[in-house]
């Protein structure tokens, strides 16, 4: 049974710009998260999608946005890219509405904006 | 809001020995999930296990056992028996009780992490 696929592993961006990160579920996975990882800040939530709704959303700017498709493939846009942005962009899937029985997450997509 | 605090940036231990992870959360809910992720250098969390707060029974996976103390909002972790390929970060993470309010939907809390090395 395939992983949680995301792509790209890594991607560089100029500040300014804005990108956009796929990741694809395990398949009959309908919940995927988002999570922005950082030294600094460390691991934070970014948002929920479930059969394409999004139910909640962390405590970042309107920059960031996402959306889930039908077959529960999700993407999510950074646009206007700073400096600070630069992280590992972590994406997980759960089997069950709730989440209970934990997530299984991706290899993550490296951004570095410069 | 829901806080989680490991307060072991790293630890060591050697091959074959014992080694506890601590972990303290801080919520209001009576209904919630726990979890250990383990991040090897390849990125990938990695569940180790989960722990039910409305369950007394404390959680095991093989080599790995929780000491899940509900009044003391304690979540430690026990590795038993280390192996070189236990190195990795280790990551304690809160899940609230999505019916209330919604606002736990897909949202783990995470904790800062501790680096666990081990020592052939």
């Known amino acids: 049974k395939a992983g949680v696929t995301q792509t790209p592993r890594y991607l560089i961006k100029t500040r300014g710009q804005q990108v956009t990160l796929s990741c694809s579920p395990i398949s009959g996975h309908r919940s995927v998260s988002w999570y922005q990882q950082t030294p600094g800040q460390g691991l934070q939530f970014l948002f929920e999608y479930f059969s394409e709704t999004q139910r909640n959303k962390g405590n970042f700017p309107g920059r960031f946005s996402g959306r889930q498709f039908s077959n529960s493939r999700s993407e999510m846009n950074v646009s206007t890219l700073e400096l600070g942005d630069s992280a590992l962009y972590l994406c997980a899937s759960s089997p069950d509405r709730d989440g209970n029985y934990g997530y299984t997450f991706g290899s993550g997509t490296r951004l570095t904006v410069v | 809001a829901q806080t989680v605090t490991q307060s072991q940036p790293e630890m060591s231990v050697q091959e074959a020995e014992t080694v506890t992870l601590s972990c303290t959360y801080d919520t209001s809910e009576s209904d919630y999930y726990l979890f250990w992720y383990k991040q090897p250098p390849s990125r990938q969390m990695i569940l180790v296990i989960r722990?039910?707060?409305?369950?007394?029974q404390n959680a095991t996976e093989n080599r790995f056992s929780v000491n899940f103390q509900k009044a003391a909002k304690s979540f430690s972790l026990k590795i038993s028996d280390s192996q070189l390929g236990d190195a990795a970060m280790y990551f304690c993470a809160y899940r609230g009780n999505p019916n209330a309010g919604g606002t736990s939907y897909g949202k783990l809390t995470f904790g800062q992490g501790t680096i666990l090395t081990v020592h052939p």
């Open positions: 722990q039910e707060a409305y369950k007394q």
